[in-house]
Nanobody, 121 residues
Framework: QVQLVESGGGAVQAGGSLRLSCAAS??????LGWFRQAPGKGREFVSF????????HYSDSVKGRFTISADNAKNTVTLDMNNLTPEDTAVYYC????????????????WGQGTQVTVSS
């Protein structure tokens, strides 16, 4: 019903910035979330946004460093990541849900394939 495609991943040095994008096709639901997963670790919530731009929410680990935004005309959600650290290294996924204020991966029904972010010290 909905396809999500992440882009913008890559390698960056600590303290640098990176922009991730998630392009949605079809019905994408009411909320778009970003999650990340490092090798050997569970999938961690990063941020979510309503397609109208409200609400937005961030995990404590990225609050103040990452900014999420939505472009309804282009059906795209962007995650601007700043002051990156090696702990931010992970595969980043975007996901869609019809629910609101959701931070559990299990509550998101549609997922992209992920994009790798690698931060070196």
């Amino acid at each position: 019903q909905v396809q999500l495609v992440e882009s913008g991943g890559g390698a960056v040095q600590a303290g640098g910035s990176l922009r991730l994008s998630c392009a949605a096709s079809g019905r994408s639901g009411y909320m778009l979330g970003w999650f990340r997963q490092a090798p050997g670790k569970g999938r961690e919530f990063v941020s979510f946004i309503g397609w109208s731009g409200f609400p937005t929410h961030y995990s404590d680990s990225v609050k103040g460093r990452f900014t999420i935004s939505a472009d309804n005309a282009k059906n795209t959600v962007t995650l601007d990541m700043n002051n990156l650290t090696p702990e931010d290294t992970a595969v980043y996924y975007c996901a869609a849900t019809r629910s609101a204020w959701i931070t559990r991966a299990a509550d998101f029904s549609s997922w992209g394939q992920g994009t790798q972010v690698t931060v070196s010290s």
